[in-house]
Nanobody
């Protein structure tokens, strides 16, 4: 089992920045890919970014060039640096972690971007 605790959400004006953090605990030795998804009101959850244990990254087209994902393996933590935020980035952001072929989710943190 893996437990995930997120932090760093909040409200910001368009063009601003936020940094999300997600700390993993439990069966952390088996963690592979870490990442973030988001879900806006009335929309399906979408994958935002992922980072493998080797550091390979993936970004959704909508966030490329604005968001940066990173991880600190010593702290078992994944980060999402979000710059140049837009109102359409408003959503609940969920940390996601793959471990032993099981996908674990964090509780979610709200990000609200006002115009």
């Amino acid at each position: 089992q893996v437990q995930l605790v997120e932090s760093g959400g909040g409200a910001v004006q368009a063009g601003g920045s936020l940094r999300l953090s997600c700390a993993a605990s439990g069966s952390i030795s088996s963690i592979n890919t870490m990442g973030w998804s988001r879900q806006a009101p009335g929309k399906q959850r979408e994958l935002v970014a992922t980072i493998s244990s080797g550091g390979s990254t993936y970004y959704a087209d909508s966030v490329k060039g604005r968001f940066t994902i990173s991880r600190d393996n010593a702290k078992n933590t994944v980060y999402l640096q979000m710059n140049s935020l837009k109102p359409e980035d408003t959503a609940v952001y969920y940390c996601r972690v793959f471990s032993r072929s099981t996908l674990y989710w964090g509780q979610g943190t709200q990000v609200t971007v006002s115009s």
